[in-house]
């Protein structure tokens, strides 16, 4: 009875999705103030109605309804209760749900923080998400009901969840991924609303600019942990494969990144406003093509979901539509965008474009490396070829050097107008500094001089070396230093903060690159092997019985120049629902290094192949992304977001400012 | 010229050479680093030169694995039902390697054996790799055209 309900509940959201995306929307073209009014209730009957679902959805698995057929699917009644729960979004209905509920989750957000904006924007931005979610819940509907039943025989135990999902990881990776996802539609909706209202101007984009920033902050976060979660549980000791699912959440990082620099123009200076609505548009886009690749089934991929071309096609008629949607009325409403070119060949606004010129055309690298294999095989009659991390390595690594280059001159240049001799005079000694250090420090470390290393630390230093400095400046004019820390904005802190921690990733993943080693052999037990500096003694392994596997658990002891370390437990497991093997990695974590032990197999003589990994830096690729998304709430938590009380006059008193301040420097 | 004409210009300028830059650079690396993918039929018709990097895919066949005592070596064998493939390989097997499954590996020929440098199974037991998949079936519609397939073997 309940997933009967769970699908009438899922129509209910449909319909009100629909009642949402249209009469607000009219409403508001049209002046009508009960139905503009009417969009905060109807999103919170969205939001209700879609909880509900997953509620419902949730019981069924915590139940064991295996009369469900997602939940008979996914799950066995020996899943560990918290696998039961989040194995919701352990398959294409349920997380499509779960995106949606997410999506639901934003709307209400919106709809509650929004009370300093204008009562018809806010109707447009809501009804416009409202559509988002119609298409979302009438794709549910059509195509992946996750409350189908399996009737009138069923199953009598599940078929299990997949065992490389049964991980922590798996508990948190992608509820951030796909939260940091959805919150793009919000930015894009805003974007659109804009476009309709022909309200496009720096009120907008100070409205647009927290936004932005959660959704970004929540997408870096995303990706880190799936990239920590595929480090610790894929076994390769990689943290990124440039694999054709990890990639669209990239793009669309890029893009995210790309646009919140180019909202800070908009806000600041005013220009860039088409430029602005158009990267809303494209992260959008990039997030409903991620959600093809990934659904269509038309990549291989870890990732890869049961493949159903009707559901891709869906998908991709829906990002025809509203890309489609999106750029006709972006085309209509392109006068108004008229910005003026008011700043010089060298200024913030010119790095902050050139910032925006790089990861556009990253982000169409990659796009082009994750789609010349479907290309290919459909121009080609069937021939298929693969596009390796190379690829992918060979342009990205340059780009986002120069991206990093330009971000230390970009974030000390002033707005409008900056001399060659104030940059070099700022700068000057932050590179020196920064080169001399990048060359000294892997040497002494190391004794041997790799080029890659001296290049990663140099950039890394860049930037932290210029961000030192311009905070010694922007304080040194102050009766007391402390005085003056206290006095600087917080947005400039969140960016800061943001700007440290992309050095961070930016060494880490330079040094790890090139520093890592690793050794696969064949050891019998109280065999050693050394790799680096360490020893490993491999004991033997035990026999073990987990709730729901049984496993194999070997002990290995860790010496390093003959000192103890510590004792390392990898596991080979086999699942018993499913009879799949898994393997467990074991990690000593570090700050500088990690030291990572995963296991092959036994061979008939008891000997086992194991590989083992020594990986320098390699937390730091996830200490920066923190750093990164920390300066971005730091970021939406300035005041300046909410002090603007009255509606409609602060829209229109802030678009004669703005054009008051264009005339003036402004810092920040 | 009018200065913010100039300006626009100079914008445009800026993004034509971003994107000039960036296409020759995929382009360069597209065509140092893809990895184009034979069956074992094609790697027996001689369609590769030794020592050229590819992936091949086909079924592990039954009872062709075998396992050195003494240190990682793997040697097994790649079919697509028509024709076999000698794989070796150094290395770990992924969890999901197995007797009668999929098998994508990378590497290269040599003389007529495949050197695997890398050797993938998918995730999903029920999941068969699309590499995989169009290997069997390139094999299966040669079988079913037998002039086809005379042609092919020469």
């Given at each position: 009875m309940l997933p009967e309900l769970g699908h009438f509940s899922l129509i209910l959201a449909f319909c009100?999705?629909?009642?949402?995306?249209?009469?607000?929307?009219?409403?508001?073209g049209t002046g009508n103030r009960l139905w503009i009014s009417l969009a905060r209730p109807l999103t919170a009957g969205v939001f209700v109605f879609l909880s509900l679902c997953l509620l419902i959805l949730g019981y069924s698995f915590v139940t064991d309804d295996f009369s469900v057929q997602f939940v008979a699917q996914h799950s066995n009644s020996l899943l560990p209760m918290q696998y039961k729960i989040t194995a919701v979004w352990g398959g294409h209905e349920g997380s499509f749900l779960f995106w949606t509920w997410m999506l639901a989750g934003w709307m209400l957000a919106v709809s509650i923080f929004s009370k300093a904006m204008p009562d018809d924007f806010v109707a447009r931005v809501l009804g416009i998400m409202g559509l988002i979610g119609a298409g979302y819940t009438m794709f549910m509907i059509a195509t992946s009901n996750p409350f189908d039943r399996v009737l009138p025989i069923s199953p009598i135990d599940g078929a299990d969840l997949n065992s490389a999902l049964q991980d922590f990881g798996f508990i948190i990776h992608p509820p951030s991924l796909y939260m940091g996802y959805v919150g793009f539609s919000v930015v894009f909706a805003?974007?659109?609303?804009?476009?309709?209202?022909?309200?496009?101007?720096?009120?907008?984009?100070r409205w647009s600019r927290p936004w932005a920033n959660a959704a970004w902050a929540i997408l870096t976060i995303g990706i880190a942990l799936g990239s920590w979660w595929a480090y610790y549980e894929l076994g390769w000791g990689g943290w990124w494969a440039w694999d054709p699912?990890?990639?669209?959440?990239?793009?669309?990082?890029l893009l995210g990144t790309a646009l919140i620099h180019s909202l800070a123009v908009t806000e600041k200076r005013g220009v860039f406003k088409s430029w602005t609505v158009l990267l809303a548009i494209m992260a959008f886009a990039a997030s409903l093509l991620g959600t093809f690749i990934t659904r269509s089934?038309?990549?291989?991929?870890?990732?890869?979901?049961?493949?159903?071309?009707?559901?891709?096609i869906y998908i991709l008629g829906f990002l025809g539509f509203v890309v489609g949607g999106s750029l006709l009325l972006f085309a209509f409403r392109a006068p108004l965008m008229k910005s003026e070119f008011s700043f010089g060949a060298i200024s913030r606004e010119v790095f902050l474009l050139a910032n925006n010129i790089i990861l556009v055309v990253a982000s169409a690298a990659i796009l082009l490396g994750t789609l010349y294999p479907m290309v290919y095989q459909a121009v080609s009659g069937g021939e298929l070829l693969s596009v390796g991390p190379p690829y992918f390595n060979i342009i990205f690594v340059p780009l986002m050097s120069v991206l990093v280059i330009l971000l230390g001159m970009g974030?000390?240049?002033?707005?409008?107008?900056?001399?060659?001799?104030y940059l070099k005079k700022q700068l000057m000694w932050v590179?020196?500094?920064?080169?001399?250090?990048?060359?000294?420090?892997?040497?002494?470390l190391t004794l041997e001089f790799r080029i890659g290393a001296t290049i990663a630390t140099a950039l890394g230093l860049w930037v932290v070396f210029g961000i030192i400095h311009d905070v010694w400046v922007k304080i040194g004019n102050k009766a007391s230093k402390l005085a003056g820390l206290k006095s600087l904005a917080i947005s400039y802190w969140g960016m800061q903060i943001a700007h440290f921690g992309f050095a961070v990733i930016l060494m880490g993943a330079g040094l790890t690159s090139i520093y890592s080693i690793e050794k696969s052999v064949l050891l019998s037990p109280n065999q050693t092997v050394e790799l680096g500096n360490y020893e490993f003694l491999f004991e033997g392994t035990e026999h073990l019985s987990g709730p729901n596997y049984e496993a194999e658990r070997a002990t290995f002891q860790v010496l390093r120049d003959g000192a103890f370390v510590r004792e390392l437990h990898p596991e080979k497991r086999v699942y018993t629902a499913s009879l799949t093997p898994s393997t467990e990695m074991a990690i000593d974590a570090g700050f500088t290094r990690d030291l990572f032990i995963t296991l092959g197999e036994e061979r008939e003589s008891g000997a086992w192949s194991m590989s083992l990994y020594i990986k320098p830096f390699v937390r730091w690729v996830w200490l920066g992304a923190i750093l990164m998304a920390l300066g971005a709430v730091v970021a939406v938590t300035d005041k300046r977001y909410r002090n603007?009380?009255?509606?409609?006059?602060?829209?229109?008193a802030a678009e004669s400012k703005s054009k008051k301040e264009a005339l003036r420097p402004v810092s920040t | 010229m009018k200065p913010h004409r100039r300006k626009k210009l100079t914008i445009i300028g800026f993004i034509a050479t971003g994107l000039a830059v960036a296409i020759g650079l995929s382009?360069?690396?597209?065509?140092?680093?893809?990895?184009?993918?034979?069956?074992?039929?094609?790697i027996a018709a001689g369609e590769v030169n030794n020592g050229q990097r590819i992936r091949i895919g086909g079924m592990v066949k039954e009872g062709s694995v075998v396992k050195s005592q003494e240190s990682l070596h793997v040697e097994f064998i790649t079919t697509d039902y028509s024709h076999d493939l000698q794989v070796r390989y150094d290395g770990i097997l992924p969890d999901l390697f197995r007797e009668g499954q999929g098998v994508v590996a990378e590497g290269m020929v040599n003389n007529g054996v495949f050197e695997a440098s890398r050797v993938l199974a998918k995730h999903d037991e029920n999941y068969m790799s699309v590499e995989v998949k169009a290997a069997l079936d390139s094999a299966e519609r040669a079988r079913s055209m037998p002039v086809m397939a005379t042609e092919g073997g020469q």
């Open positions: 009100l999705c629909a009642i949402l995306g249209t009469i607000p929307l009219i409403g508001a805003f974007a659109i609303a804009a476009l309709m209202s022909g309200r496009l101007d720096s009120a907008w984009a699912v990890e990639n669209p959440p990239m793009i669309n990082w089934g038309l990549l291989t991929s870890v990732h890869a979901f049961a493949s159903d071309p009707t559901r891709g974030s000390v240049s002033r707005w409008k107008k900056t001399s060659i001799d590179a020196i500094a920064a080169i001399v250090l990048g060359l000294v420090i892997p040497l002494a603007l009380k009255v509606k409609a006059l602060a829209a229109n | 382009l360069y690396a597209l065509s140092n680093t893809i990895d184009l993918f034979f069956t074992p039929s094609q």
